[in-house]
């Protein structure tokens, strides 16, 4: 004990900056000079589980919650002025609302950057908007229960850097548009199933925004732009909206996408024909080009299986992607109608990773695949200067393998294949109906990759077979 009261007071801020307030202020127990230094602490972290429901139903006890509150006051109180860097505060129903927002008050006006509320209180707790025309904070992320309440402009946060929301609630007039331009300097958004916007226009507009995350926040709203000429990195994860009137992307890097689609959606996308009610849907989901052609000068462009479904529809407006140099979907069950259509407009792609290869065969199949025969097979894919190929989820099936050296065949710059097999290794060769069609398959994949790398991962035995052919 004596070892630990001679450290310098610098390194025992230091430790308790490490521990929760509640893990701080029981440590100091054990000395009298560290029970002052907790409290001056740079950071706070209080989460009213810690102190309410360790033992079941503690929280229902009278005085429980009473002493959680007077607890954080005193804290707060023996703080004082000082300046605080790091704030996390975490409270669930019961806990006095008027009081949450003292603290937070309290906490903004000693100046702190980095604050995390979530605050669940019955009702959706509102922030004081008072508190947050504020010169000093650089990370903001509220949490759940929250209701985005600052109508009126109140709020001008010049120096925050990242806004994270998740599962907040905007109220109604106020509009995400009307937050970024009280943030002009943000770089990092990230939206997590934030309630409440425009279901009728919504835009994402900053010309300081670097990285945006979007994880259904939208759920089909009517048009959704980006308006965001220095953004860097894109995760969009969402329904498709009917329209995107302005993808303002020029600067970005790196794209995922995932959109989704309902069954009946991905049905209407694949027979556009047979359905022209009012809703037609095939349609809007054509819109989505507007959205390649914003991020046509991407480096990186990785999507999933539903959005691979909706490109199908956009094959005639596909862009150029003159930047791209690493191209991946997760193929799933989905159609291949806009892969030759992709590999054809990126002429200088390098890596291809493709998750998973059986995709749903289709007439139009044949050419980057080897689905159906036809005369101009592998044209798509003879202009592609494709060097590395990246297969995951390989489960060994004889369409696949045929695939593969299909690609050997066809893709003339090709230096490596790496594979990697999904689970365990794949059937048996002498479990597979058509064993001796297979090792020849093998065989032949072999010979073709003499002249190509082709590493093959997760399967040893599979392996061996290849190279002791
Ligand atoms: C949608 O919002 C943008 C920007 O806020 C505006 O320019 C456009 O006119 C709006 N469109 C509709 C249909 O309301
Ligand atoms: C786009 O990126 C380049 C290089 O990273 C940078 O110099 C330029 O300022 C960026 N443009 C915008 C509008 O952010
Ligand atoms: C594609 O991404 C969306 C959004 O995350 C998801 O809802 C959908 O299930 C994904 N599709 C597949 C086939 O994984
Ligand atoms: C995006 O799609 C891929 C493929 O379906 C999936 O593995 C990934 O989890 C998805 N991400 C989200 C956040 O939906």
């Not at 009213?48 to 005193?74: A, C, H, I, T």
């Not at 959005?307 to 003159?322: A, G, Q």
Request: aromatic share 8%.
């Amino acid at each position: 004990m004596d070892r630990v009261s001679n450290l310098p007071d610098e390194l025992l801020c230091h430790i308790l900056s490490f521990l929760t307030t509640k893990e701080a202020a029981l440590t100091s127990i054990l000395s009298k000079r560290w029970r002052n230094m907790f409290v001056f602490g740079p950071n706070l972290d209080i989460d009213d589980s810690e102190f309410l429901y360790p033992q079941e139903g503690k929280r229902e006890r009278d005085g429980v919650l009473e002493s959680f509150m007077e607890f954080v006051d005193r804290v707060l109180e023996l703080q004082g002025t000082s300046t605080i860097n790091k704030v996390s505060l975490k409270c669930r129903t019961g806990v006095d609302a008027k009081r949450v927002d003292r603290w937070i008050c309290n906490v903004l006006a000693r100046g702190v950057s980095n604050l995390g509320l979530s605050i669940v209180l019955g009702d959706r707790y509102r922030l004081h908007p008072r508190g947050f025309e504020n010169r000093k904070l650089v990370k903001l992320k509220i949490g759940s229960g929250i209701d985005l309440g600052w109508c009126n402009g109140a709020i001008y946060l010049p120096m925050l850097k990242t806004l994270v929301l998740e599962s907040v609630e905007f109220c109604a007039d106020y509009k995400l548009k009307m937050l970024l331009a009280a943030c002009p300097a943000l770089e990092v958004l990230e939206m997590d199933n934030v309630k409440g916007l425009d279901h009728s226009n919504e835009t994402v507009s900053s010309a300081s925004l670097k990285s945006l995350i979007i994880k259904s926040s939208l759920v089909s709203s009517a048009t959704f732009s980006f308006d965001t000429p220095s953004l860097v990195f894109l995760y969009y994860s969402d329904f498709v909206p009917e329209d995107y009137p302005l993808a303002n992307l020029q600067n970005l890097s790196e794209a995922r996408i995932n959109i989704s689609l309902t069954d009946d959606q991905v049905e209407r996308a694949r027979f556009p024909n047979e359905y022209d009610d009012e809703y037609d849907d095939a349609v809007r989901l054509v819109n989505m080009a507007k959205l390649m052609s914003g991020i046509r000068n991407v480096q990186r462009l990785y999507f999933n299986s539903t959005t691979l479904e909706v490109l199908s529809l956009c094959c005639e407006s596909m862009p150029v992607f003159n930047n791209l140099k690493v191209l991946g979907f997760y193929s799933g069950k989905s159609v291949w109608e806009a892969v030759p259509v992709l590999l054809k407009n990126c002429p200088h792609l390098e890596t291809l990773c493709i998750t998973g290869l059986l995709h749903l065969v289709t007439e139009t199949c044949g050419d980057v695949c080897d689905c159906i025969p036809r005369e101009d097979k592998g044209r798509s894919i003879a202009s592609c200067p494709v060097k590395g190929i990246e297969i995951e989820g390989f489960i060994g099936t004889m369409r696949e393998i045929t695939m593969i050296s299909h690609f050997l065949e066809y893709f003339p710059c090709l230096e490596d294949i790496l594979i990697t097999v999904e689970g365990n290794c794949p059937t048996n060769e002498f479990d597979v109906p058509e064993a001796t069609d297979f090792k020849a398959q093998m065989l032949e994949l072999y010979y073709k990759s003499l002249s190509c790398n082709v590493e093959i991962f997760g399967c040893e035995s599979l392996l061996t077979k290849l190279s002791a052919q």
